[in-house]
């Protein structure tokens, strides 16, 4: 396969193609999943064995809504209507700045933007990088440093001088690799405008060439080895940085997602592993080319290298010399977010998504407690990973990956993680995406954003994928909420009971299952819920990265866009609409918690918007204020 970088594929598209075709299955459940979308309004009753099953409180507040919305919504804005406007909305009351741009210099050493060629490998090195994803904010000594993960790049944008639209020379690669990664910026406000402190000492680029130490079970294993470390301990950088975490002992989470699509084999011959072809990774890159200058992306030359990649990366974000962790007892999968929880008896429970079509939910215990005051640094070294499994009657429960249960090495399970869930029969999700857990008491939410495998074919492993529990509906485009309580609200129990807090759909179209649940109506319907965060009042801020095409299945729904939602009563109302070809994605709030910071990825990223400048697109992370300089969230 040759990919030309203007036709770039998803990236789970490209694991579709490179991808040996799975076989395609047919599910006894398959008919019974197409419940008319009454069977839910009424409260989840069951139908065979596909129920979908929505919280009473969920149903009981929104039939109030319906007659009692402004006096019981405690979302107080006028929801902004769906379009497909080449620019930002929020609610009237509000505003929007850019922050900053993909491109723009941390440093006074570092040349200005050059939109004519994107800038050189020096530059990006110096820069901030592209397509911001997930952010989290520290406040020290009254100043605010900013972490932002960089995910990927549209190569016919980042090489817009390049006639063929990818990376031709080593300039070129050295260039796209300093793209990705993690930009740390010290930001300050004055006089109303937010900006990045030039030159503060806190400024810092993690790139692709970053060394970061390998930590945990899989720290020197064999599996670990490459030409370049022979010791199995050191990694050099990090990539596709998708959703983020952030610990109370002050340190930033960036967590790797599809890592296989910049490896490439110049031996179309090469035997790949069944391990490699569970992960994606395949003798075709997704057209980033690094192999071009760099040997270890060429899986010929070096076939482990893909093994040190697909980890929860932990970042100090207040010492830009300290290296970068690998944390790999978190497991290796295609990692969206780490949400953090301290549990009530100190282990630290870090909830994580495998964002690939049947993959699966984990969790992440460790093995010693949080103490404050304390030191803390190496929590997320040792541990146990869990795996979840959720039954059809609301109830469900965490598997332990342990050697005697899945019959692979700590080192093993922390390396071929999927392969360990596998063993223990998990539960095959819809692409869980984002994890937040309820400030206000032991709940937690997982974005399911879609999947069009769902009751047609097994998952990478070959782990069927009936249409069933949380993840009811076949052929799911529009994606679902759920969210579970974990028994005794304890993080760290075995059991769970779990409902869906929305079911994505478009009432405008469907009368069915796939008009989405009760909450979902003509004015706030969207579809792919992707970024999830909750802000210190316990609301449920749901960012989306889905189908933008307005037309068809996806009709009024317009641009990718931000929503807010009540945990209590299920109401759900839009927030922001992004610029044409973006999604929305990562959050974060100012100190003083009147400014609330997100990212725009990718505008334009099929070559149709002029955000936000009225020339390239670029991505960048804005910031939001309400008018009357109140607090946001
Ligand atoms: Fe990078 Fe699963 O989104
Ligand atoms: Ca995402
Ligand atoms: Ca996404």
């Known amino acids: 396969m040759s990919v030309k970088q203007d036709q770039m594929l998803g990236f789970d598209e490209h694991d579709e193609l490179v991808r040996p075709a799975a076989e395609v299955v047919e599910f006894e459940e398959t008919a019974k999943a197409m419940v008319s979308r009454r069977g839910f309004l009424t409260g989840g009753a ?18 109030a809504l319906a007659s009692e919305e402004v006096k019981m919504s405690r979302l107080a804005f006028e929801m902004v209507k769906a379009n497909a406007l080449d620019t930002v909305t929020v609610p009237a009351g509000y505003n929007w700045q850019v922050l900053a741009s993909w491109g723009e210099p941390l440093f006074s050493n570092a040349p200005a933007f050059d939109p004519a060629t994107g800038g050189t490998g020096e530059s990006q090195e110096l820069a901030f990088g592209d397509h911001n994803d997930g952010m989290a904010l520290f406040s020290h000594n ?3 440093i900013l972490c932002v993960n960089n995910e990927y790049t549209n190569a016919s944008t980042l090489h817009a001088n390049r006639a063929d639209g990818k990376p031709v020379n080593a300039d070129d690669v050295r260039k796209n690799k300093a793209a ?40 020197g294993h064999d599996l670990m080895k490459t030409k370049a470390d022979p010791k199995g301990v050191v990694a050099k950088g990090t990539w596709n940085n998708c959703g983020n975490g952030q610990t109370p002992w002050g340190t930033y989470l960036t967590c790797e997602e599809n890592f296989n699509g910049y490896f490439s084999s110049s031996n179309k011959n090469l035997a790949l592993t069944p391990q490699m072809k569970r992960y994606g990774i395949s003798h075709d890159d997704r057209g980033y080319n690094w192999a071009l200058a760099d040997a270890r992306f060429d899986l010929s030359k070096d076939p482990q290298e893909p093994n040190r ?9 207040l010492n830009p010399t300290a290296r970068p962790k690998k944390r790999t007892a978190l497991g290796r999968f295609k990692h969206e977010n780490a949400e953090v929880e301290v549990a009530a008896n100190g282990h630290v429970v870090v909830y994580l998504g495998d964002d690939e079509r049947g993959e699966f939910l984990y969790r992440f215990v460790s093995k010693n407690k949080y103490v404050v005051g304390g030191d803390n640094t190496d929590l997320l070294e040792e541990g146990t990973l869990y795996v979840a499994k959720f039954n059809e009657n609301n109830t469900g429960h965490w598997i332990a990956l342990t050697p005697e249960a899945t019959g692979m090495s700590e080192a093993e399970i922390a390396i071929y993680t999927r392969e360990a869930a596998s063993k223990v029969g998990a539960t095959t999700m819809d692409r869980p995406e984002w994890v937040a857990s309820n400030p206000n008491k032991a709940e937690v939410y997982c974005a399911l954003t879609n999947n069009k495998n769902r009751g047609v074919k097994p998952n990478a492993g070959g782990d069927e994928t009936p249409p069933a529990g949380p993840n009811p509906r076949v052929k799911n485009n529009y994606g679902q909420i759920v969210r579970w309580e974990p028994a005794n609200q304890d993080h760290t129990a075995e059991k769970f009971t779990w409902d869906l807090f929305v079911l994505a759909g478009n009432p405008a179209v469907y009368d069915d ?3 989405g649940s009760k909450n979902v109506n003509k004015d706030n319907m969207f579809n792919s819920p992707d970024g999830l965060k909750f802000d210190s009042k316990g609301l449920l801020w749901i960012q ?9 299945d996806f ?9 807010v939602g009540d945990p209590e009563t299920g109401e759900i109302k839009r927030f922001l609409v992004g610029p044409k070809e973006c999604e929305i994605t990562g959050a974060a709030w100012s100190a003083d918690r009147t400014t609330m910071f997100v990212s725009i990825q990718h505008p334009g990223e099929k070559g149709n918007s002029v955000w936000p400048n009225g020339g390239t697109p670029r991505s960048s992370v804005i910031a939001i204020s309400r008018d009357d300089g109140e607090m946001i969230g």
């Open 544 to 552: 989306t990265d889905g189908n933008y095409s307005n037309e068809k």
């Open 555 to 563: 009709a009024g729904q317009g641009n990718n866009q931000m929503l």
């Open 309 to 317: 990649f697909g980890y929860i990366v932990e970042i100090d974000p």
């Open 46 to 63: 069951a139908v065979g064995a596909t129920a979908f099953v929505m919280g009473s409180t969920t149903f009981a507040a929104g039939n």
């Open 142 to 144: 009254g100043r605010q």
């Open 513 to 515: 299952a796939y008009a």
């Open 180 to 219: 990705h990664g993690v930009s740390v910026v010290e930001i300050a406000r004055k006089d109303g405008k937010w900006s990045i402190v030039k030159d503060s000492e806190f400024n810092r680029r993690i790139t692709a060439d970053t060394e970061m130490d390998i930590t945990g079970p899989a720290r």
